[in-house]
């Protein structure tokens, strides 16, 4: 069973304001929320949308491509920026450089196939000032670090679904007791944001978000 962190009509009434950058946006989310792919949720994706217009990024990295609906949509709403997106399942790479392609966005993401921090290891140089964690959810610590490494000062860190439909907070939510080890990893991911030097906000949107801002110095 999934719970929703809020009340389900706070986030009916929250969506009823949900607008898509485009309609071939449009299509991609419906496609992939008809397929149960998990793509940013539309409370999420408005957050982002006022986060990125805040912060307009120059380079973006995302690591947790799945069919490529969120690599898109950052470089729709970013027009000035490059994306760098790391899918570690080749198939889902595969669809996702395709829905890239259909919207003419190849010129702007670049899809790379491998793990998130394995990747970031031919990324000598910082670059990146925008960052979005969202892939296997018990190795955010591994990812968190690789993406610091490779961010410039200043850049925000955002680590999708830290709450776990409630998880994190209380194993109450996790009824089939399914998902110990992403619990646990996703608390010791939580308690180390604490500690690590930049700032770190966590808030209840979507399915918890952890926002971080990197100091380098
Ligand atoms: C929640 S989906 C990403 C959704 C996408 N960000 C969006 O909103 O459109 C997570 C993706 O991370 C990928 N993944 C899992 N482990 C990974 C890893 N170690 N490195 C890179 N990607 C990984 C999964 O295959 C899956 O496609």
Redesign the pocket.
Known sequence: MKSNITNDKVIDYINSYYKPLNHRLLELREA?EANN????MRETESFLSFLLEVKKPKKIL??????????A?FAVKCPDAEVL?????PE?AEIAIKNIENLNLENRIRVLK????D?LKDFHDPMFDFI?I???KS?YER?FKAACKAAVDEAIIVS??VLQHGMTVSNEYDVYDKHRTNIRQMRAFVDFLDTYGGTTGLLSQGDGLALTIVRKN
Not at 85 to 89: A, F, V
Not at 114 to 117: A, R
């Open positions: 992939g792919v998990p793509i940013i995302e690591i947790g491509t799945a069919i490529g609906y969120s690599a949509f997106t790391i899918e570690k399942k889902m491998g793990d998130g921090e990747m979005f969202d892939a296997a190795h990812f999708d679904n």
